[in-house]
């Protein structure tokens, strides 16, 4: 499966943090009911095992809604359960690295701050780029600002598309129109919402004006 720059317009990232009673495979549906074009899993604290049987249960569903899926970081995941993908971060593994290991059909996503290392992942064999944080967020405590005017330099410098993602919301996200990007990553946006499916729908529709603007 190949990325498409259609398939990165909302692209979910998972969170257990507002599970509660609900499940992970219930919240994916419904953001994917509400216009979700793209699922990255990401897991920081469940074990191995436990990862694998939720990845292979989400990779089924992703399936039942032919939206591409991924893992985050965890490489050996991605093979084992055959996801389309995985998005791997400046410090995890090099695309190259990563295209060895999961073959040529795989999607792969790298995390990008600046030119340079957008460039060298779009050399060594990265089909997408995550750029950001765009705006401050609260998900990851080491996730430096981008400002607007790198992130329109990173989509003049690549030819691979670019998707932004951290702290990005129904308020702010018009104000990344005319960048250059393709899609949107959120991750509270959506599954921090009482009701995911309509967050995700208004994202969403968010995203579509803003990428023709």
């Known amino acids: 499966m190949k990325c498409d720059k259609k398939d990165l317009l909302l692209y979910a990232v998972t969170d257990r ?32 095992e436990a990862f694998l049987e939720e990845a292979k249960e989400i990779k089924e569903l992703c ?53 340079e290392q957008a460039v060298l992942a779009e050399q060594r064999g990265a089909d997408y780029l995550g750029v950001g944080a765009v705006f401050p967020t609260g998900s990851k405590a080491d996730a430096e600002d981008v400002p607007l005017e790198t992130l329109k330099a990173i989509c003049q410098a690549v030819s691979i598309p670019v998707i932004a993602i951290g702290g990005i919301s129904t308020g702010n996200i018009l104000k990344l129109a005319g960048s250059g990007i393709c899609g949107i990553a959120v991750i509270s946006a959506i599954f921090a919402k009482p009701d995911i499916r309509a967050a995700a729908a208004e994202l ?10």
């Open 17 to 48: 943090s507002w599970l509660g009673e609900d499940t992970l495979y219930h919240q994916v549906e419904e953001a994917i009911l509400g216009g979700a074009t793209f699922i990255q899993l990401r897991e920081k604290e469940l074990s191995q």
């Open 63 to 115: 399936r039942k809604y032919q939206i591409p899926f991924v893992i985050n970081d965890n490489v050996e995941i991605a093979r084992e359960m055959d996801a389309d993908g995985v998005h791997v971060g400046q410090s995890d593994m090099e695309a190259g690295n990563v295209r060895e290991v999961l073959g040529p059909d795989k999607i792969i996503g790298v995390s990008a701050q600046t030119v």
């Open 204 to 213: 969403r529709s968010l995203a579509e004006k803003m990428v023709q603007a």
